[in-house]
């Protein structure tokens, strides 16, 4: 903050001073003990009157009847009645014989008392009603929430009416300070609180150059209007706003002062505060404003409006020259200083509202609001780090809108990325949509909302199956079949490549995705246990188990993506289910801290060992081979990832999730309005998985820094209660100590044979 300016007071200044003080302390006074002494007013001048009333009929009482005066003054002792009427006459001829001039002095007298008695009270009650300035440090001011990104970079201000970052004085540098006290308040290092003379000089010279009178307030005054006082421009109000600005500078300090002023003071339109006015303006911290920009700002609190760069440039110019001439005038900055920034040209940014990764910004928003409140997140000034990294998120963005872009010929006009971290649960990129501002469906959050998954869904139905009579050798006849559904049509499922593949072990079913064997595997199980297990999991949307059958297998119930990926990161935390979460700190704008990140022990639902089966499977790319080939875009050169790809019926939802112990990539694409894509899409050439292939491989090149000090490593590890045996194709398989020899290599489970309709055998029976 600047130094006092070194002028020696004059003496105006000093009688000010005096009547200043003296004024503060007779208010004072009558606020610590106005109300004994009002009430012995009030005693006083009701005697008063009753005094002043007997004497007016004591002036007028030559006439009085003698009965009257004798119940006045009834003496029991005087027994003789002619002593009584002569004392009375005595008592009337002394009250009778003023004069009409003292007995007008005397009313005058009484009249200019009961005037005072009557002044005071009326100003003590006014000065009661005024509120205490002691509420200006205390206001709550609605305080913007901040969300950041993992790394401290701010994705979006969550405000009502008022956007506003409180900043420390001590943070500014001097020409902020000095460019506003050289425009609003040139003596308020120096006066009280008000400037009377000062005030009017102010007031003629905005009038000589505007033409308009406006108001010569101080600071405080200024500080004291906008925060306890309504904005009417009346006598009255601008008393109180005298008295209260005298009272402020008894509470605090000029510095305290002008740091309130500066952190609540309106710069235009939401943004209040000049930390929030630079951002706005400037997009940056006030704290690195240039003496130009920090004249700009000073200029534009006494009419945001009129002097808006956006509607008035020129008058904005103008503004900010007029500071800057009144910044040298003060000695604030000097001669060359001044010439050269009155050349600076206003360089802001257009006004737009500053988001990214809004998706997730409103995501993350929706959950505070659950913890905390509406009013709170609006209002509140939490400081919120969230999980994302906005590179990524950025990264992710951009691979989505560039391959989208060369598949619209297939219909496809949408997409949606999640990108987790399994151990702890992070989200590291969150595309709810291709684009949140385009209109109609931009904003739609697909990550969070239900879809149909296709035969991503089929990894933890086998899940629930390994941990029963399966293992991954078990052959599963791949044959026509027909399941009879009471009251409704028979169900024949059909692969995607509407041929049969005869006997398959389950690896290889899982792994190629074959339709058949899935659903005459959760026809063991049971619809019922299925949908168990699968919430177990994650999955949150399958509430009406009535609703489902066999085709939940294949995607017939819809799930979130967040609870998809929720699933598969159980899977790749060996069974432990870690939720999701978005946020890794939480704090108010004072630095309190409300909400820290912790790992914690989480909940096993799954063995170690059948995860790791799980994940061995969706990782070799051997197995999959014969639907995908060995060179599709589910592999990732020189990583084992462990990914699923899934599309519905209609070509209506296609996706692909894959993760290793580290990180975790789901996409899908389609229409937000549920049209259909074209039926050339592929799974594993075209649709999600080029898109996931390009945002993996990002993700695992760039090895973010996740919160756990101790990262997992990449690869999957053999958990202790597995052993090996050579299966088919002379491949190692895995098994659960103690099943493998009950299902072991080429020991089927089904009785029946082969049907002969089916495509040629790769598998040996």
């Not at 400037?282 to 004249?295: D, M, P, Q, R, Y």
């Not at 598949?407 to 399994?422: D, F, S």
């Amino acid at each position: 903050m600047p130094k006092d300016q070194n002028k020696q007071p004059d003496i105006i200044r000093i009688i000010t001073r005096i009547g200043v003080d003296i004024l503060f302390f007779a208010v004072s006074f009558l606020i610590f003990v106005g109300d004994a002494l009002i009430f012995t007013l009030k005693f006083i001048v009701h005697l008063f009157i009753y005094s002043l009333k007997g004497t007016f009929y004591g002036f007028n009482s030559v006439s009085l009847k003698i009965k009257s005066a004798i119940k006045a003054l009834n003496i029991p002792h005087l027994e003789n009645i002619e002593v009584k009427h002569k004392l009375k006459e005595k008592t009337i001829f002394t009250f009778s014989r003023f004069s009409n001039k003292t007995k007008l002095k005397y009313f005058l007298l009484g009249l200019l008392f009961a005037i005072s008695v009557v002044f005071i009270e009326r100003s003590y009650t006014f000065i009661k009603s005024l509120p205490n300035p002691k509420l200006i440090g205390n206001i709550n001011y609605p305080v913007s929430t901040q969300i950041y990104d993992r790394n401290g970079k701010l994705l979006y201000e969550i405000f009502r009416d008022q956007d506003r970052t409180p900043i420390d004085i001590d943070d500014l540098p001097d020409h902020v300070i000095q460019a506003t006290i050289a425009i609003e308040d040139k003596n308020f290092l120096n006066h009280n609180g008000i400037s009377p003379i000062g005030g009017i000089l102010r007031a003629l010279k905005d009038m000589a150059k505007t033409g308009e009178l406006q108001g010569g307030s101080t600071i405080t005054q200024q500080l004291v209007k906008s925060a306890l006082l309504t904005p009417e421009r009346t006598i009255e109000r601008k008393l109180r706003e005298a008295i209260l600005a005298l009272w402020t500078e008894r509470l605090y300090t000029k510095k305290e002062i002008l740091e309130m002023y500066l952190n609540q003071v309106p710069y235009g339109g939401s943004a209040y505060g000049i930390e929030e006015a630079a951002k706005t303006y400037f997009n940056k911290s006030a704290v690195s404003l240039t003496i130009s920009e920090a004249a700009f700002l000073a200029g534009t609190t006494r009419a945001p409006t009129k002097y808006s760069p956006f509607f008035n440039p020129r008058l904005a110019l103008q503004r900010k020259n007029e500071v800057l001439k009144n910044m040298y005038e003060l000695g604030y900055i000097k001669k060359d200083q001044y010439e050269e920034e009155i050349t600076h040209k206003l360089d802001v940014q257009s006004p737009k509202t500053f988001i990214r990764a809004p998706h997730f910004v409103f995501y993350v928003t929706s959950l505070l609001e659950k913890q905390y409140g509406i009013r709170k997140v609006e209002e509140g000034g939490l400081r919120v780090i969230t999980s994302l990294d906005v590179d990524a998120q950025e990264r992710a963005e951009d691979i989505l809108s560039e391959e989208l872009l060369k598949i619209e010929n297939l219909n496809v006009h949408n997409g949606a990325v999640l990108v987790t971290v399994p151990s702890t649960g992070e989200i590291l990129t969150m595309v709810g949509s291709r684009n949140y501002f385009e209109e109609p469906y931009g904003a739609y959050n697909v990550t969070t909302a239900p879809r149909q998954p296709g035969s991503s869904i089929k990894p933890l139905m086998y899940s629930l199956a390994l941990g029963r009579q399966y293992t991954a050798a078990s052959i599963i006849q791949d044959s026509p079949v027909v399941f009879q559904i009471p009251g409704g049509k028979p169900y024949r499922p059909v692969n995607y490549d509407n041929t049969f593949h005869g006997p398959v072990p389950l690896r290889y079913a899982l792994a190629n995705s074959y339709n058949v064997p899935a659903v005459k595997v959760l026809n063991t199980l049971g619809v019922h246990d299925f949908i168990d297990h699968a919430e177990k999991l994650g999955i949150t949307t399958w509430n009406s188990p009535e609703r489902f059958g066999l085709s939940l297998t294949l995607g017939g119930g819809e799930v979130k993506m967040i609870d998809m990926a929720e699933a598969y990161g159980t899977f790749a935390n060996y069974g432990n289910r870690v939720p999701l979460n978005p946020i890794l700190s939480i704090k108010d704008f004072r630095g309190e801290e409300l909400y820290e990140f912790e790992k914690k022990s989480y909940e096993n639902v799954l063995s170690p060992e059948i995860s790791f089966i799980i994940s061995d499977i969706l990782s070799d790319n051997f197995a999959r081979q014969f639907a995908f080939g060995t060179n599709s875009d589910l592999v990732i050169p020189n990583r084992k990832v462990a990914v699923k790809t899934g599309t519905t019926n209609s070509k209506r939802d296609n996706w692909t999730i894959g993760y290793n112990r580290k990180f975790l990539t789901a996409v899908w694409v389609g229409n937000n309005d549920n049209s259909p894509m074209h039926p050339t899409l592929t799974s594993g050439i075209t649709g999600a998985s080029p898109i996931w292939n390009k945002i993996m491989t990002y993700v695992l090149d760039t090895d973010i820094k996740v919160h756990e000090e101790v990262q997992p490593p990449s690869e999957f590890s053999i958990p202790s209660g597995m052993v090996t045996k050579t299966c088919y194709f002379n491949k190692p398989e895995f098994f659960i100590t103690g099943t493998e020899g009950t299902n072991g290599c080429g020991d089927s489970i089904f009785n029946t044979s082969p049907s002969p309709q089916v495509s040629p055998r790769y598998f040996p029976q």
